[in-house]
């Protein structure tokens, strides 16, 4: 928020960029419920990938990979892909999510 100068106290912005090299981001539950915090603000998550590659065409998991994981129970979990545009919404409160390590 101090960054791009955004003042707000009900909204947070973050922009993140992976350099390829396997960076990633560990699984985790953005602002969990049970730890109250005065400074918790984080329920819901919008993501949106400004990628060069916008479609399956031109996606490769394993050259390129970044997916997002989200974790829904019993074991299961949904990989999706980083496609130019695409808009991702989920309650990262509840939904343990990661970033898969990036290649591009």
Known sequence: NKLVKY???TTQ???TL????GAKYVTHIDE???IKKKTAKRKLTCLMYFNLFG???QYDMDKHGGCLRIYLGNNKYR???PFGGRIIVFN???LP???LPTHF
């Open 7 to 9: 003042n707000s106290n």
């Open 13 to 15: 912005v973050q922009a």
């Open 18 to 21: 992976y350099p390829g090299l």
């Open 32 to 34: 969990p419920p049970n």
């Open 55 to 57: 479609d399956q065409e």
């Open 79 to 81: 990989d999706i892909e």
């Open 92 to 94: 990262s409160q509840w």
């Open 97 to 99: 999510h990661q970033v």
